[in-house]
């Protein structure tokens, strides 16, 4: 459906290994701590079928899954690669500060401001910051996740008629390169303006 699934073996681009408990909590929930969200096409796998298993065949997928996971070195710990992201984050001298200040740090500034209905997921943890593509992060912000795999997780707002594709893309490589320290996605505006034509509602 135009989303990019993220491979869940040795080659997954998040910055944090995927452990057994956190397959299992987020087939269950569609949340991870450690991982985010499930959008797109996921949250109703999650919703209307992983999440109404019993727990002892999560636990079994979860455990085919890991097999596919080489063992790993020890990681830094979540609340490591959240602070030092918090560090990072720049003042509002740039557009894109200003922005991520008046369209996300509500909801996802760690440890910041009172807690807001549902999950505050954590962008220095979001894989879709590192992919190689874009694609999922840009549908996400123009679209909001409107339906959770959850009701518990709370919605995010879509930003389609609040920013433009030049603002849009400032936000995005913002994030990319302040909490996932990446070098920022080539010609995004280009990528944003394709998205959202493909995505218009008719």
């Given at each position: ?152 997780l709370g919605y995010m707002p879509g930003f389609r008629h609040n920013l433009n594709d030049a603002q849009i893309a400032i ?32």
């Open positions: 459906e135009g989303w990019t699934a993220p491979a869940l073996s040795g080659r997954s681009p998040a910055p944090l290994a995927w452990t057994q408990q956190d397959l299992v909590d987020f087939m269950r929930t569609g949340y991870s701590a450690n991982h985010g969200v499930a959008a797109g096409p996921m949250a109703p796998v999650i919703e209307e079928g992983l999440s109404r298993l019993p727990h002892a065949d999560l636990q079994a997928i979860a455990v085919y899954l890991r097999s596919y996971h080489p063992e790993a070195a020890a990681q830094a710990a979540a609340a490591t690669l959240n602070a030092q992201a918090e560090r990072q984050v720049e003042p509002l001298s740039s557009q894109g500060a200003r922005l991520f200040s008046g369209a996300c740090m509500a909801c996802h500034a760690q440890e910041k401001g009172a807690q807001m209905a549902g999950v505050r997921p954590s962008l220095a943890l979001n894989t879709n910051l590192f992919a190689e593509a874009p694609d999922n992060a840009i549908r996400v912000v123009l679209d909001g996740i409107q339906r959770p795999a959850n009701a518990e936000l995005l490589n913002y994030l990319r390169q302040h909490y996932a320290g990446q070098a920022p996605w080539p010609d995004l505006a280009a990528q944003v303006g394709r998205l959202r034509a493909e995505t218009e509602q008719k």
